[in-house]
């Protein structure tokens, strides 16, 4: 079980370009949370999905920002038109019903 | 609107000491609470998960309490060792959301 993987590790793009970030999570996880960390300060929610569904995008920015979790293959969470202060490292985890949550290692997503 | 409180927000102690991380969450009516550790310029690594109904959780020299009525719970670290060194996070989550993080402790250890 690799756990769950994020890619790309490292991201840098340049002003108003488009970011997507991707991750798989544990097998047998139906769950998927995506959290953005800036630096010295602490996790804030983004969104929370499961498959195909939009459980809870409340702590998403409502512009430019989207989030999905298809049938087949990873979520992604995408940030169109990329401004400076949504530079930050994105954090994803997973887990099954109910249960403990297992994070990714993380996107620090660079905008320059 | 559940809000999570972590004190102190920097420790450092002498190898070798125990100590004792808080965490105070506002809404009382959680589903899980779970610790994290992470390490500068690292992901989170999940350290102990208590849930609702219960009152502790022991993993070798961690051991985490939980008094929901009071909104609190404690992360015990027993001898402490330099490779404890680290950031750690409390998150609570009630039934149908997501996890909902303190601002951590940073816990440094010396030899």
């Known amino acids: 079980n690799a756990g769950v993987m994020q890619n790309p590790r490292h991201l840098v793009r340049r002003r108003g370009q488009e970011a997507r970030l991707r991750c798989s999570p544990m097998k047998g996880h139906s769950h998927v949370y995506w959290y953005r960390q800036l630096p010295e300060e602490g996790l804030k929610f983004m969104v929370y999905l499961q498959k195909e569904n939009i459980i809870d995008e409340s702590g998403m920015p409502k512009e430019r920002f989207s989030a999905e979790f298809p049938k087949e293959g990873p979520s992604i969470l995408r940030i169109q038109q990329v401004v400076r202060g949504d530079s930050a490292a994105y954090f994803c985890a997973s887990s099954p019903e109910g249960g403990s949550y297992t994070f990714g290692s993380g996107t620090r997503l660079t905008v320059v | 609107k559940q809000e999570v409180t972590q004190i102190p927000a920097a420790l450092s102690v002498p190898e070798g000491e125990n100590l004792v991380l808080n965490c105070s969450f506002t809404d009382s009516a959680i589903y899980n609470l779970q610790w994290f550790r992470q390490d500068p310029g690292k992901g989170l690594t999940s350290l102990l998960l208590?849930?609702?109904?219960?009152r502790e959780q022991t993993s070798g020299r961690l051991n985490a309490s939980l008094d929901k009525s009071s909104g609190r719970s404690t992360l015990y670290i027993a001898a402490s060792q330099p490779g404890d060194s680290a950031t750690y996070l409390c998150a609570v989550n009630q039934a149908g959301t997501a996890l909902i993080f303190g601002k951590g402790t940073t816990l440094s250890v010396s030899s």
């Open positions: 208590i849930q609702s109904s219960q």
